[in-house]
């Protein structure tokens, strides 16, 4: 599935831990959560798994007409994404064109607010120490999660402004099975706005805008799934098109409030995908299997077990 920066200074309490039930908890999470939205901030960061390495420079702009975000895909590719008022175009090899909603691109970590009471009960958080990522102080947070099915995650928070520098996933062996972490950056000072492009100016952008697909419509299925870890809540349920796909997909988003698992439902349709498959990358796991006359799949920053115990409890209850 992600950046993070200041409202005010990062609150611990003298224990080093961060109990739920202390209202400072709380307030440090919201700095974390909304800090990215409120400054400006340039450098380089790199996402790891197993021996894969890639590299994203990015630029964080905040004006008066809201915030833009320029990501560069650092492999040689010149691809870039450029992203304001929540549309994203993207550039590369010569061709411009606007992306849909459903298409990533170079995410780092974050916190979403509306999931924040979610972490409280779903993780132990600690203080951890202060280390330095990228050259800068930080505090290190670690998420303990409270069961066997999800993964501890390991944060480093930039001490004065609240950015989110570093994140690690660690499996159950304490092992590191995927990171984000930032190994140039800038905070404030003299950032490069050429690339802003005012309001007024929005179309010399020139950018085509991708074949808009039909539009996905929230709706109740009648499935349902009865092995979600604990803490795992419903953020959404929709039926949507995806390529390659002959006829809509249902698909529900769970989270815990750092984590995500999302169930996607279709009818089979003997496509060579139609059989059963586990594959991972980093801390995702994706499960697919045909039950009956519909290809189940599960994707999910969770261990695999819990991708595979999650399957197996689908079951149609009835609109």
Request: charged letters at 25%; a neutral charge; glycine letters at 6%.
């Amino acid at each position: 599935m992600r950046l993070v920066v200041a409202l005010c200074g990062v609150i611990f309490v003298h224990t080093g831990i961060l109990a739920a039930e202390n209202p400072a908890s709380q307030a440090w999470l919201k700095t974390m959560a909304f800090a990215k939205h409120q400054t400006n901030y340039s450098g380089v960061f790199v996402y790891e798994y197993d021996k894969y390495i890639e590299k994203t420079r990015i630029t964080h702009v905040v004006t008066a007409d809201g915030e833009y975000e320029k990501l560069t895909l650092l492999d040689g590719s010149n691809r870039e994404i450029i992203r304001h008022h929540g549309l994203s175009w993207w550039y590369g090899n010569h061709k411009n064109q606007q992306l849909n909603s459903s298409q990533k691109f170079g995410r780092f970590p974050v916190l979403l607010p509306e999931q924040l009471n979610a972490l409280n009960k779903n993780y132990h958080m600690q203080a951890a120490g202060n280390e330095k990522v990228a050259g800068v102080d930080s505090q290190v947070i670690v998420f303990k999660p409270k069961d066997s099915l999800r993964y501890t995650q390991k944060m480093w928070v930039h001490s004065d402004s609240g950015l989110l520098l570093k994140t690690v996933i660690l499996n159950d062996k304490n092992h590191v099975i995927e990171k984000y972490a930032f190994i140039e950056l800038n905070i404030g000072g003299e950032i490069d706005r050429s690339w802003v492009t005012p309001p007024q100016q929005e179309k010399s952008f020139n950018f085509k805008p991708v074949e808009t697909p039909p539009l996905e419509r929230v709706f109740k299925s009648g499935w349902v799934v009865d092995a979600l870890p604990t803490g795992f809540n419903k953020i959404k349920e929709i039926q949507r098109p995806m390529t390659g796909k002959h006829a809509p997909v249902t698909q529900m988003v769970y989270s815990d409030g750092l984590s995500s698992i999302s169930v996607f439902i279709e009818p089979c349709d003997q496509d060579d995908d139609d059989h059963e498959n586990l594959t991972d990358r980093g801390a995702l796991h994706l499960y697919h299997k045909v039950v009956d006359d519909h290809l189940f799949t599960v994707v999910g920053e969770v261990p695999v077990r819990t991708v595979i115990k999650v399957l197996d409890s689908i079951r149609y209850n009835g609109k």
